[in-house]
């Protein structure tokens, strides 16, 4: 079946400095979603991704979609102490919607 | 308010004792589902509901029922439960039957764990 795999699984970041996560998919994608989760609270969505190729900018965070539409990065410029948490993709085929396992981010400040 | 509710929140319980833990949305939304959270795995999809009393297994369905007889509510059911469904659970919804354009809706979680 269709597998997301999502990389790093855990992120320490320095105040200030820039990180990416990357999402690979063995199978070609509908679309694919972001999701952020902070510690102790549930998924909440930040974007989606449906065009191949797309990029789409929310303020410090930058997110593509492979012109495959087989993998997709989220890419956070001057990370935060706000930026903490654990960020999932999500590939959509066929009605399901497969989650990567995550990027745990946490920050020094 | 819009928004998915589950209850209970939390829940301990024995192993073979049969459970249901509910999820409700105000949000009119055709699309619910299921959603296991361990850690290192992620998110996996238990079932999903396209509409009322059409539901389909996701990626990890062994275990676990579930039923859609109303477009608001998707409980979870476990019949037997054991100590291998000890999880943090979420529902989530989205508008439309073709979920690959909507936002999923996440509930706030059911931490189970089962003795």
């Known amino acids: 079946g269709q597998q997301v795999m999502q990389i790093p699984q855990y992120q320490h970041v320095q105040e200030g400095e820039d990180f990416t996560t990357y999402c690979n998919s063995s199978?070609?994608?509908?679309?694919i979603q972001w999701y952020k989760q902070r510690p102790g609270g549930h998924p909440v969505f930040l974007i989606q991704?449906?065009?191949?190729?797309e990029v789409k900018k929310q303020k410090r965070l930058t997110f593509q979609f492979g012109e495959a539409k087989k993998n997709s990065s989220l890419h956070i410029t001057a990370t935060q102490t706000t930026d903490v948490g654990t960020y999932f993709c999500?590939?959509?085929?066929?009605?399901?919607?497969?989650f990567g396992a995550g990027t745990t981010v946490t920050v020094r400040a | 308010e819009a928004q998915v509710t589950q209850n209970p929140r939390y829940l301990i319980t024995v192993t073979g004792k049969k459970l249901t833990v509910t999820c409700s949305q105000n949000?009119?939304?055709?699309?619910m589902s299921w959603y296991r959270q361990d850690p290192g795995l992620g998110l996996r999809q238990i079932y999903y509901?396209?509409?009322?009393?059409?539901?389909d297994k996701g990626d990890v369905p062994e275990g676990y029922k579930v039923s859609r007889k109303e477009k608001r509510n998707f409980p979870l059911i476990l019949e037997s439960p054991s100590p291998n469904q000890t999880s943090l659970y979420f529902c989530?919804?989205?508008?439309?039957?073709?979920?690959?354009?909507?936002?999923?809706?996440f509930g706030p979680g059911t931490r189970l764990t089962v003795l």
């Open positions: 509901s396209m509409n009322v009393e059409v539901t």
């Open positions: 999500a590939g959509h085929n066929d009605y399901k919607l497969s």
């Open positions: 991704l449906v065009k191949s190729g």
């Open positions: 199978t070609t994608l509908s679309n």
């Open positions: 989530a919804s989205s508008f439309g039957t073709a979920p690959e354009v909507d936002t999923q809706y």
């Open positions: 949000m009119n939304h055709e699309y």
